[in-house]
Structure formats: C-alpha cells, structure tokens
C-alpha cells in the first residue's frame, strides 16, 4: 500500500501534467484538507518530491491569500537536460540528490527503469563506502561519467 506522501505526489504530479502551461498554485490547508493529513505534510511532500533536482521550480507566497505555486521545468531537448544535470553534479551529489536526479531522468524518460536502478547500485553510499566527503564527490564524478556516455549517445 502507498503511504499518503505518495498519494500526495501523485495527485500533484497528475494535476500539473493536466494544467496548462505545466504549472498549479495551491493552497496547503485544501490540499491537506483532501487528503485529511496535517499541513505539515504537504509542505513535507513539496520539500522533498518537487526539488529542482526533480525538475521543478516552488514559489510560495505567505499568508492569508497565500499560495504554493509549483511548476514543471522540462527542457525540450535530451542532451539540454543532461547538460543541466551535469553541471549541478559538478558541485557534489549527496545520496539524496543523485537520488533526485535519477528520478527526474526516469520521469523524463532518459533513463529506463533498469539502468536506473543501476545508477542507483553504483552510486548508493553503501556500495561507495567512503568517508564523506569524498564520498559525494566519486558518487558526483561516477554519476558524470555516466550521464556524458548517454549525452554523447543522445547527440549521435
């Protein structure tokens, strides 16, 4: 069964893809209310499941009227959206941000489900077994290694 963290990303996810110009404003207490959970856990959703290592932008605005705008970025181009993944794991990847970007590449259907799962093997902390922060930087420089091989594979 899914926990209500996935039900809530889901519905989201469905939303936005559905919207046009590929993008929603919310407001938390609503959503909370739909889903019948606290507003914590929509702010906790939003946090950790619409990153922009995920391909998303979050604006929020405050108070009474306030709102939680949250937008799709999808680059139109496979090699566009490798670049931009490169680059962010030129500054290190965490477990959670390669995690996050390998979740933004399957949903983007650059990667498939396996060689995701591969990515994930080879880059897990456990598999690496390094003190950080060294590491985040091999997890940084396999990941690289990776996505240049399926950029140049993209450009041919």
């Known amino acids: 069964m899914r926990n209500i963290s996935d039900v809530i990303e889901g519905y989201l996810k469905q939303v936005i893809e559905i919207s046009e110009g590929g993008h929603i404003e919310i407001k938390r207490n609503e959503v909370a209310d739909k889903f019948q959970c606290v507003p914590s856990q929509i702010n906790y959703v939003i946090n950790t499941r619409f990153t922009p290592d995920r391909g998303y932008l979050v604006e929020s605005k405050r108070g009474g009227g306030g709102y939680i705008r949250i937008k799709r970025v999808r680059l139109h181009e496979k090699a566009d959206v490798l670049t931009e993944v490169i680059d962010r794991l030129k500054l290190g ?64």
């Open 93 to 156: 990847a965490s477990q959670q941000v390669a995690e996050d970007i390998v979740f933004r590449l399957l949903d983007e259907d650059i990667l498939t489900k396996n060689e995701a799962k591969l990515v994930l093997s080879a880059v897990d902390r456990s598999t690496l077994a390094l003190p950080l922060p060294a590491r985040d930087e091999l997890r940084s420089r396999i990941m690289i290694a990776m996505l240049f091989t399926l950029k140049h594979q993209a450009t041919k």
